[in-house]
């Protein structure tokens, strides 16, 4: 998904395509820094726990919960890849533990 351009890129896929639309000159899409997004399945965590790290980004769709359905998604937007990875690390526990990760996928790795 392209969600991510919302933080992660200069100029993001929603601006753009407002800007086409109106005849203006589309805008760079650069990546700011490392990114990566992390969907939000079937449960949601407390948005507290997400935003109290730095760099991390909430995006709730106000769906109802159920299993399998995407309610949201967090971005982070860090400034090496070494960072990035240990943001994953410390939000991963809390998406698991709140029902929004299934523990069999873990991001960044080959097992989901």
């Known amino acids: 998904s392209g969600h991510f351009t919302i933080e992660g890129a200069v100029t993001s896929q929603f601006e753009n395509h407002l800007r086409a639309i109106t005849n ?23 948005a507290s726990s997400i935003l109290a790290h730095r760099d991390a980004h909430w995006h709730d769709y106000g769906k109802t919960p159920r299993a399998g359905r995407k309610l ?10 070494a960072e990035r990875s240990q943001l994953i690390a410390d939000i991963e526990p809390i998406l698991v533990a709140s029902g929004a990760l299934p523990a069999n996928v873990v991001p960044g790795s080959d097992s989901g």
């Open 24 to 46: 203006l000159p589309l805008g760079d899409t650069s990546i700011r820094g490392s990114v990566a997004m992390l969907n939000l399945v079937g449960n949601m965590p407390e």
């Open 72 to 81: 949201g998604h967090v971005t982070i937007v860090a400034h090496s890849e």
